[in-house]
């Protein structure tokens, strides 16, 4: 990496530079403060994962919602993302974390450029999967969140298969429930 990951208090005036309402601002701080959590206890469990790029992606992740409240607000926050000279670890964040992630073809059906937007990294996914579980500001159950996810797309929808995947996985490198 040859950029350096923000500071808490760098990317929070970038948030309120790029235009984000207060709202988004307080829901990037509750998805950051429990991707922190998730990704203390997985550290804790043998995992080898980057607390601050957890903290400051999670932070990051809405940024695009500054612009656009539509499904293509991770593309745009990618660019804005860009344009403050974030580090590429940070952008990937911010372009993966739409549901559980999309394919490339799903990518094409919404306009997006032509490439894979599901996570990779334990630090995507964990943003990823944070964001899913904070409605607003407050912490949801999967249940819950896959239950309006199913009555919105669909319950075959890709997304929610990819939901439950990341629940899985996170859940096993955490050794125990997030909620």
Known sequence: MNKEIPSTEEALKILKASGCSPRVIRHCKAVSNLAV???QR???NGVDVDLDLVRIGALLH???RSKT???HHPIVGAE???SFGLPEEIIRIIKR???GGLTAEEALELGWPNEDYLPKTIEEKIVTYADKLIDGEKIVSIEETIKKLSRR???DHPSIRRIMGLHKE???LCGENIE
């Open 80 to 82: 804005i993302a860009k």
């Open 97 to 99: 974390h739409l549901g």
């Open 37 to 39: 959590q998730i990704a």
């Open 170 to 172: 996170i859940t096993r």
């Open 69 to 71: 409240h539509s499904v």
């Open 153 to 155: 797309l669909g319950a």
């Open 62 to 64: 809405d940024i695009g």
């Open 42 to 44: 997985c550290k804790r």
